[in-house]
């Protein structure tokens, strides 16, 4: 299986979570770990699962994510597993949006399959660090995501 985790970040706490994302999946899949900005005309070719990772900036995912997302030929995600997370910070998510969700809604629109629902990462202060537990919530959602993604009717 050939995972690909695509994320941004600005001060770290997102990369901190795609890296642990991508570790767990590494123990399974080739993975590869990219940042947004690194990944223009992004091939999917191959590409068994897709997992996206983005702060929440404004209730949604930064413009370089969603750009990502735009610039992808039409059809690309059709039947694709993926998965999305954010890092956001703390408090109810009517208040606090989740870009996690946004990113979940745009796949599924353009055809990609959740392999789980979105997660969202919190973040005490915008500039970080991560909540306790946080890391290790990230390991466990990816654990679920290998758990689905290599399971019958996804990989
Ligand atoms: C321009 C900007 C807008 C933000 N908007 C939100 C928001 O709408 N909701 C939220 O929960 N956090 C918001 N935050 C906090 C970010 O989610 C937080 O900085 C991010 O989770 C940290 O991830 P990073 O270290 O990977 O950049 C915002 C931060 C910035 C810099």
């Known amino acids: 299986m050939n995972a690909l ?19 767990v999946l590494a123990t399974r899949a080739n993975t590869r770990l990219v940042r947004v900005t690194e990944a223009a005309g992004l091939d999917l070719a191959g590409i068994d699962l897709l997992v996206l990772g983005s702060p929440t ?27 999305a997370f954010d890092t956001r910070l703390r408090g109810i998510r009517v208040l606090t949006g989740s ?6 809604k745009t796949v599924e629109r ?7 629902p979105p997660e969202s990462f919190l973040v005490v202060r915008s500039q970080g660090p991560l909540a306790e537990g946080e ?11 290998l758990e689905r993604a290599a399971g019958p009717g996804l990989a």
Do not use: K
């Not at 985790?5 to 991508?22: P, W």
């Not at 890391?135 to 995501?145: D, G, I, P």
């Open 135 to 145: 890391l290790t919530r990230a390991t466990e959602w990816a654990r679920a995501l």
């Open 99 to 104: 870009a996690a969700r946004s990113l979940a």
């Open 5 to 23: 985790v695509v994320y941004d970040s600005v001060y770290g706490n997102t990369e901190q979570v795609a890296r642990a994302v991508s570790d």
């Open 57 to 83: 900036h404004g209730w949604r995912p930064t413009p370089a994510m969603r750009e990502l997302l735009d610039r992808l030929p039409e059809g690309s995600l059709r039947n694709l597993p993926a998965a």
């Open 110 to 116: 353009m055809g990609a399959r959740l392999a789980l």
